[in-house]
């Protein structure tokens, strides 16, 4: 059975801090869309459209039928354990410093034979439960997991390395102010994270809920604004090198298309929180985390961007609003880019509208400020980097999955007739 | 679809010759040309034969990057009429022969120079498992990357789990071969090996331990293909071909690996030679991990699949004993150069029928087996082969 993860001790400023290396980053092109896949925590495989025969590792033909109509599918997460090794030595200096490293032969339920990570508490030939994920690389592997729960499990090394789990980290949510940041902070405690900072944009302004946030244990109230550079900075400078997962849950939502405003102001504000914010975020406190990727047990692991599902596609009704998402949205690409090889994954979660005053006249359905708490934290407990959130965006996404363009009329001409 | 009986037709005529080994390096700077280069100059000097005469030339090897044999004919000065590249990586000794032998028959070349090389710089094994295919970079480099070892230790359980193979198998064939290759001289592993130093070796990947796994060095080796009359007309000493076999991405479905094309092709193996297994004197396995000699043992009928552990504790393995194996020390011993490993077990297997074999010399060798196995493309190895010779009647 897994040992529980003790709380990492205070760390020691004269030792030097481990240099994150990376697991085997290179691909195939079919390789990359079951990465894409892992990234949603899905387990999907090729499979014949022809012969039904599933394929691994991931084809351009079907070896049964020659047939070259392979669809990507969920298939059943069962299997069994054949064949498995303790990995001793490794030539990559990733898992050379992690050895020694359990990996397997899967016969999975769905058909074919895979090679896999395996779990701690999996015994020998029983029967796993697979998942897909990415590891610290960005790419897509597989991990046995235990058919049944076990105790702690997930504290065991190898299925850690490929999670954000919160419990034993310090984490910054970047607004606290809202019912969302309060939700959020909330859902951090129960899973176990170490330390809250909850940054407050102008404190001395009253908001509900200050009492009981402070009261909270391992929450920390910090003076943020992330429309105001120097507030970022002097936080980083405090904090940066203690901040291992980052929520990002300060947003500035108004109502309305570009004919609608006079001049830029309000759309200039939505940029300075939601665009610029990031920016001085990353900028501030990127360089930090992307060091500190593998710094022990409380490594540097995820920034999580909490993005409205039409930063993939403008919704005239928040169109300017939109446009500074969508404008996040590409910097969060941007981020994944800079992040890459450090271990530490960009969580984008893209919702549906929030139950919340600024999107108030919209019907429902909705997603509550908890529920997007309570999935931010499962994302983070599972690893999972790309989360789509509540039936508007589940739809939203479907459809620019399926055309973005057609998507696009979609939108935007559902506006003709409407009053202005 | 519907299809004729045809019966293969043999190689009576065609003889191989001139066996070359390059001594190996753990680390060399040279590129792979510089060793390729090395065993066909070799060549030379041992037979008189020059640029001019050799109009066939079969290449196999992993880091020529960025040549492959086409460009080899130009920087080595040869004209041939005749030309391949054989990427079978541990299989390609016995495939270069088979491909080499039709040409020679057919007339389509008269003297065929097989060479294999690689160079080993000091970081070019990881080099080479980070892009070594598609399949392997995709679903199972990114599993810990224990390269080889991660593979092969998964087929060593397996057999042992499903044959009832034990670790003292493994051993005995690990100090057997060290014991041929104390009197090798050109082996890069010159300490005698006991089996309790076996049994107590550091753990690889279990139950693989340090003395399951070859060193990867730098080397070469080659050999020619020419007709019979050719060969004595030149006093040179050479063997019969009696039968080849070789077979690609046999038993995908097994869900590990316990038996390799060799279980598919055997009976014509053994019939197109008219020999039976008790008929051979010697046996040359590729035994890149000794699980993969144990798995050759088995398909190739010297005993049952299964009954490979009672086979191995029945005979003794060295180049002196009751079933003389890998009599040069094997890649266990001498070291894995590459593609050179594929040609090094038909190489010696070459010098014992021609009488070049020294000090490792197997008493009245008549007749050799040679098997090979190779690429690892992703949980399995893809090529096998084997080949059944015999000692030429000039020598």
Known sequence: MTEPLPRPPKKDPQKRTMTPTSPPHARSRKGIVFSTFAAEGRLALQTCAACKHVIYPAREICPKCWSMDLQWQDIPDGGELIAETTLRTSVNTYFRERMPWRIGTVKLDAGPMVLAHIHGDVGEYERVKMIARTDKSGQGVLLALPEKETANMADDKQLRSLTCDPKHRRILVTDGRTELGQCTVDALVAAGASKIFVGIAEEWRPYPGSAELAKIPGVEIMPLDVTDTISVNELAGEIGGKTDILVNTAEHVRPGAAMQRHGILTARDEMETNYFGLMRLIQAFGPGMRGRGADGDNSACAWVNL????????????????????????????????????????????FGPLEESWRQPLPPPKVTPKRLADTIV???????????????????????????????????QAQQGQAV | MARKKFKRAGYAGVVVAAPVSVPYERFSPEPAHWWLARALSELGKRTGLSPEDIDGLCVSS??????TAAGITQHFGLTPRWLDHVPTGGASGVITLRRAARAVQSGDANIVACIAGDTNHVDSFRAMLTTFSRFSQDASYPYGS??????????????????????????????????NALQYPDALMKSPLTLEQYMDARLIADPIVLFDCVMPCAGAEAYVVMR??????????????LSTIERHNAFPDDPVQIRGGWALDKDEFWSMAGVKPDQVDLLQTYDDYPVIS??????????????????????????????????????????????????????????QLTGEAGENAVPDARIAAVSGFGIINFDRGLCSGAALLERGKND
């Not at chain 2, 991660?150 to 057997?176: N, P, W, Y």
């Open chain 2, 294 to 351: 144990v798995m050759q043992m088995e398909d190739l009928g010297f005993c049952e699949k299964g009954a490979a552990s009672e086979f191995i504790q029945a005979n003794t393995l060295t180049y002196d004993g009751t079933f003389p194996h890998n009599t040069s020390g094997g890649q266990l011993s001498v070291g894995q150069a590459g593609a050179a490993g594929g040609f090094l077990g038909l190489v010696e297997a070459i010098r």
């Open chain 2, 228 to 241: 019979e009359d050719d060969a004595q007309a030149n006093n040179l000493p050479y063997a019969n071909i």
């Open chain 1, 307 to 350: 993005l409205s599902v039409y930063a993939l596609s403008n919704w005239p009704v928040y169109g300017t609003t939109t446009a500074s998402q969508a404008a996040a949205y590409s910097l969060s690409q941007c981020l994944r880019g800079e992040f890459a090889g450090s271990g530490v994954k960009v969580v984008n979660v893209l």
């Open chain 2, 62 to 67: 992993f880091t020529l990057f960025p040549d």
């Open chain 2, 146 to 179: 224990g390269g080889p070892n991660g593979s092969f230790s998964l087929m060593t359980s397996h057999h042992m789990k499903s044959c009832g193979t034990q670790r003292e198998d493994f051993g005995k064939i690990c100090v057997a071969q060290r014991v």
């Open chain 1, 378 to 412: 499962d994302a983070l407990r599972q690893g999972i980097e790309n989360v789509t959130l509540g039936p508007v965006a589940e739809d939203i996404v479907r459809r620019f999955k399926d055309d973005p363009f057609v998507l696009e009329r979609e939108l935007t």
